[in-house]
């Protein structure tokens, strides 16, 4: 079938021109779909090919995964869509399609002899838009051109919720997360109706095979520009618009960007979910769209995550935080601003964890050691400034906040953290870059959420308080780190008066809709503390989050919260707060919490955005109470009641953080260096 | 014509192929990719199939002069094996091929030989009927060389 490639190739300009026009594309569609096929074995090549042929498509076919990379980089729009097998000796089939998304985000559909769940599973969480098992038979290649009308009508509405949603990209993104299938949460604080919501906008569109849009082809420098603006952007408030600026490259459109930006996270989520997933637990985040999936470009990006983490020097942390907290002078903007920072990091973690896992692994075991470390006399002003730190960082490792009731329940979180770091990482990063602050809370639970631990979840619940104040107190011995760091970070005492309120509030939204159904007990999940910069910083090994997990409280309790409250109160106080607000509020600010999580399920990390966002709303009255709640100044150990069994959480947080820690193995940057993160 | 008993014993012989289990559905689909501008498609596939496939089926050989058995290995190349056998529709030789990947998976060396052994045999059979099949059908000529069920 030598004439059917060359067909195809030459065929590429004129298919362009008659599938990408629009006007003939009626007429025509799906006939002239420019298929590239990729496959090591001949006999299955040769076949697929005739049968591609005969379903009247411009078939190219290659017979290695890296001759199809060159193929789809040197002719940027000249494919439709790409059919790969899963295991071909060069490379794996996985990684070519984290690499076609990432740089042509196209739709992608996976085929192999292998039908085990696994493997499907693996296909999913990659962001394939189909798995074929072969033998594949042609019917089932005569409907693949839905994933490209599909995806096309995606991008439009990305087009253009982009163009009017840009500011507050939090919010509309939801439609786009929804777009891409895997239960982009974030988008649907509505519902969290993944799929529904997906097929509701395709439904909106009619035309969108018809949309011509440029494709942008995201090679790898322009993805490491793309994550350097984001990084110094923060992921939260990473928009499309501000992300072009700083990438200052010409002919970049917005869309390009949004539509990027979508997929980024999404790829983040998935990571977080796909180390979740391994961990054996229902894969919440089903991010799909796991085109960020080249590793390479990850490497750098995780390390710096890594680095954030626990890796990171304190001065680099210090920086990151400066530059993070510097950029909210603003008391409500610094917790968002320390949130983006870690977020950048959390991005990268995600994408650690996927390819390599090991590193993210690592990552998150310094900051649950780091979290053992965490003096349970804390004060509370370093709590706050863990808090802070916890937020930027956007690991959810630490976001336990320290809070003293709520260290019980966020200490579930924080175990969790801890084991999930590696996992949630990705999708701890992915919610809290994502938004803001919340996200950050919210990842914390997403990695909570899908390691079912239901102390996690508690804690998120519960947690409202928690983000807030920052009850150093009770969490010292679950945020060793940001204890420590608190003093590092300048921002300490940001906001906290005011605003901490309010950023915790989100973040301890953003939790408990992450956690939301799941989360029971722990109900405080640690606020998006980023605590790992602090943890960086810190590097206690003995991550006490066994200390943490005990204090969490498993539940919303009021008393927990106000557990949780007095702490953050008291370390408010010394931030500046009046202590005498946050009395009684907790359970005001559980409440909408509580209502919160009502709201919208935090599937994964998506929605986690979408109750951020509700979360702030209500936390801004809960901020008032917040900070009327009196934060006693319980010491660790009081503020870790047995309500989880810690013990357990904990041991089992160890575990998990042990089984992630020993992969790894493969820590692999290749593509995307650290420099890319502004620090 | 003359063609009449040839195409009839084409037909026969197909028929048997599929009744006695060498074949199955995914050999009709092949069938039916071809037209006029690939008249010999089917024999096309099937010869690459038994050219790549021989590579296979010698590193397998190989593979289990190994002692210990490196299981995962051979799990991965009989994985190889049983995706193309099954698309040109080589019903024996992927069953052979599906219960050599348990016999990997449980760490049964003596069951992986013996299996193993019996697929070659089953891939050696239908390659002669194969061979005879097309033999056939060229001689009737590229029209009618598929005998396709409506």
């Known amino acids: 079938m030598n004439v059917s490639s060359v067909k195809g190739s030459m065929s590429i300009s004129s298919s362009t021109s008659t599938w990408k026009a629009g006007d003939t594309i009626s007429d025509q569609f799906p006939a002239g779909l420019r298929v590239l096929v990729v496959d090591d074995d001949p006999t299955c090549l040769m076949i697929l090919e005739k049968m591609l042929i005969a379903c009247l498509y411009k078939v190219t076919k290659c017979n290695r995964a890296e001759t199809a990379l060159s193929k789809l980089r040197e002719n940027k729009n000249g494919y439709d869509i790409v059919l790969s097998d899963v295991h071909m000796p060069d490379m794996d089939g996985f990684k070519l399609l984290e690499h076609i998304g990432l740089e042509m985000d196209l739709p992608v559909i996976m085929m192999s002899a292998d039908d085990g769940k696994q493997v499907v599973m693996k296909g999913v969480t990659h962001g394939a838009c189909d798995y074929l098992i072969k033998p594949v038979r042609i019917e089932a290649l005569k409907n693949i051109w839905q994933h490209v009308v599909r995806k096309r009508k995606n991008e439009w509405k990305e087009f253009e919720q982009s163009g009017s949603v840009e500011e507050g990209d939090r919010q509309p993104k939801q439609s786009d997360d929804a777009d891409y299938s895997s239960s982009a949460n974030e988008g649907n604080w509505k519902g969290s109706k993944k799929r529904k919501d997906e097929e509701e906008e395709t439904d909106e569109r009619d035309d969108t095979s018809t949309l011509k849009k440029p494709r942008v082809v995201w090679s790898v420098e322009l993805h490491q520009q793309f994550v350097a603006a984001v990084n110094q952007l923060g992921i939260d408030k990473a928009v499309p618009k501000k992300i072009l600026e700083l990438m200052n490259v010409p002919g970049l459109t917005r869309e390009n960007v949004a539509s990027h930006l979508q997929k980024y996270r999404l790829y983040l989520r998935r990571l977080s979910g796909v180390s979740q997933h391994q961990s054996n637990l229902s894969t919440i985040i089903s991010a799909q769209d796991p085109t960020f999936g080249s590793l390479s470009s990850l490497s750098g990006l995780d390390l710096q995550t890594l680095a954030a983490t626990g890796q990171l020097p304190a001065q680099s942390l210090a920086r990151l935080q400066a530059a993070g907290l510097g950029r909210a002078t603003a008391k409500s903007g610094i917790p968002i601003t320390l949130v983006d920072q870690r977020n950048i990091f959390s991005f990268e973690n995600p994408k650690l964890r996927f390819g390599e896992g090991q590193q993210q692994h690592m990552t998150n075991k310094q900051q649950v050691n780091l979290l053992h470390g965490i003096p349970t006399t804390m004060e509370p002003k370093q709590l706050v400034s863990l808090r802070h730190a916890a937020q930027s960082i956007g690991n959810m490792n630490m976001q336990v906040p320290p809070h003293g009731a709520q260290n019980s329940q966020n200490n579930p979180l924080l175990m969790q953290m801890g084991q999930q770091q590696q996992q949630s990482r990705g999708q701890i990063l992915v919610d809290s870059t994502i938004n803001h602050a919340p996200r950050l809370s919210s990842s914390m639970g997403q990695p909570i959420l899908s390691n079912g631990i239901a102390t996690n979840v508690s804690s998120r619940n519960g947690i409202p308080e928690n983000i807030r104040a920052p009850g150093y107190s009770q969490t010292p011995s679950m945020l060793n780190f940001p204890v420590n760091h608190a003093s590092e970070l300048p921002g300490n005492s940001f906001a906290l008066g005011s605003t901490p309120g309010v950023s915790i509030l989100t973040s301890k939204g953003a939790f408990q809709e992450d956690v939301n159904s799941e989360i029971k007990g722990s109900g405080g999940l640690m606020p998006s503390y980023d605590v790992f910069n602090d943890l960086n910083q810190h590097k206690p090994q003995s991550w006490e989050l066994q200390n943490v997990g005990m204090a969490f409280d498993t539940s919303q309790h009021s008393n927990s919260l106000q557990g949780n409250l007095d702490l953050t109160q008291s370390a408010l106080g010394q931030q500046g707060f009046s202590s005498g607000q946050m009395n009684g509020h907790n359970r005001s600010a559980a409440v909408a919490n509580k209502a919160m999580f009502s709201t919208g399920d935090v599937k994964e990390l998506g929605s986690a955005q979408n109750v951020n966002q509700h979360l702030n709303n209500l936390l801004v009255d809960n901020t008032i109470r917040v900070k009327s709640e009196r934060v006693c100044d319980t010491s660790p150990a009081n503020i870790f009641p047995d309500h989880f069994g810690q013990d357990d959480l904990m041991s089992a947080l160890l575990k998990q953080q042990e089984s992630v820690a020993s992969s790894e193995n493969e820590f692999d940057f290749d593509g995307y260096s650290m420099n890319n993160i502004p620090v | ?150």
Do not use: W
């Open chain 2, 1 to 150: 014509m003359e063609r009449n008993p040839m195409r009839r014993q084409l037909a026969s012989l197909r028929k048997s192929l599929f009744d006695q289990g060498y074949l199955d559905e995914q050999f009709m689909e092949l069938e039916q990719l071809q037209d006029d501008a690939n008249p010999n498609f089917v024999e096309e596939v099937v010869t690459l199939y038994y050219r790549d496939s021989a590579r296979l089926i010698l590193n397998l050989d190989h593979a289990l002069e190994r002692r210990p058995l490196d299981f995962s290995k051979l799990d991965g190349l009989m994985h190889q094996f049983k995706g193309s056998s099954s698309s040109i529709g080589a019903k024996k030789v992927k069953a052979e091929s599906t219960l050599f990947r348990e016999y990997c998976k449980s760490g049964n060396a003596e069951g992986c030989m013996r299996t193993f052994q019996q697929l070659k045999k089953e891939y050696a059979t239908l390659r002669k009927k194969l061979e005879t099949y097309f033999q056939l059908a060229r001689q009737i000529g590229p029209m009618e060389s598929a005998n396709r069920p409506k």
